[in-house]
């Protein structure tokens, strides 16, 4: 498995560079497919071969080759950050990270692996635009969040149906509707003070988690909160921001969900042994 796993996070750089141009287009309202990426300041389209993943960047010395402004590190840092997270994931499904009573035909089992793993890397590759949209627009783009709805029901719903466990779907619809709720519920209270963008993202967000089971459904739900408020208790103790200030908050939510897709069932399984429920 280490040599598709490393043939994983070759494809994941591939994408991180796709994810560049989603982060920079996305919010600008811009198509991402045309026209082809071209310098920002000069205009002139990227060669082929200025356009490797990280490589490029390193050969170029972050400068455009034409007109010699900088390039942000930004790029080759998305780009290595997506094919480190791709070969997290990969390696998670691999060895084991999902517990499924997988079919005894070999090709079923594949296929069904297969279609796990392509879930997940789908919600890695979104989380990684949405992370860096986020941070920059304080937005969570309905382009990117609401087609997540029927490609991530289609896929689970393929591996739970092909690994034998057809409960799951019905798992990760609870999770999602669940998850959907409860963030509606905090927007409508907070009066503003979350947004919409956070509810639609909650409910693909519960979709995966709830798949997994209740353990990852309610570490990845409420890991949100526990590292937004640790890293806003932060800030303002070094004086970064004030109670008023704004703070993205999908970043930590997509950070609290993969702490539950990842470790969510240890996690719950050691907060139960400690009042000797587990």
């Known amino acids: 498995m280490i040599s598709a796993t490393a043939l994983i996070?070759?494809?994941g750089a591939l994408i991180g560079s796709f994810l560049n141009v989603v982060a920079y287009r996305v919010p600008k309202r811009i198509s991402v497919v045309s026209p082809p990426s071209a310098c920002t300041q000069c205009g002139v389209?990227?060669?082929?071969?200025?356009?490797?993943?990280v490589l490029s960047w390193c050969l170029l010395r972050g400068k455009c080759r034409n007109c010699k402004s900088a390039i942000s590190v930004r790029y080759p840092l998305i780009e290595l950050g997506t094919a480190i997270f791709f070969a997290l994931v990969?390696?998670?499904?691999?060895s084991g990270g999902i517990s499924m009573r997988w079919r005894e035909t070999l090709t079923v089992g594949i296929v069904a692996t297969a279609a796990v793993l392509l879930a997940y890397l789908y919600l890695a590759a979104i989380s990684v635009a949405l992370t860096v949209i986020d941070i920059e627009t304080h937005t969570l783009p309905n382009s990117i969040v609401v087609p997540a709805y029927p490609v991530s029901v289609v896929l689970l719903t393929a591996a739970g149906f092909l690994g034998g466990e057809p409960g799951r779907v019905l798992g990760a619809l609870v999770g999602g509707i669940a998850m959907f709720g409860m963030y509606l519920l905090l927007a409508l209270a907070s009066r503003g003070g979350m947004g919409l963008g956070d509810v639609k993202l909650a409910g693909v967000l519960g979709l995966y988690l709830g798949w997994l089971g209740w353990g990852p459904l309610a570490v990845?739900?409420?890991?949100a909160f526990l590292l937004g408020g640790l890293f806003s208790v932060m800030l303002i103790i070094t004086r970064r921001a004030?109670?008023?200030?704004?703070?993205?908050?999908?970043?930590?939510?997509?950070?609290?969900?993969?702490?539950?897709?990842?470790?969510?069932?240890?996690?719950?399984?050691?907060?139960?042994a400690l009042f000797g429920l587990a």
């Not at 200030?245 to 930590?252: E, K, M, N, T, Y």
């Not at 897709?261 to 907060?271: E, H, M, T």
């Open 9 to 11: 996070a070759l494809f």
């Open 45 to 53: 389209r990227i060669k082929g071969y200025d356009n490797i993943p």
């Open 90 to 94: 990969a390696s998670w499904v691999f």
């Open 220 to 223: 990845g739900a409420f890991g």
């Open 242 to 272: 004030n109670r008023k200030s704004g703070i993205p908050f999908g970043p930590w939510m997509l950070a609290g969900a993969w702490l539950g897709i990842l470790g969510g069932r240890d996690i719950a399984n050691w907060y139960l």
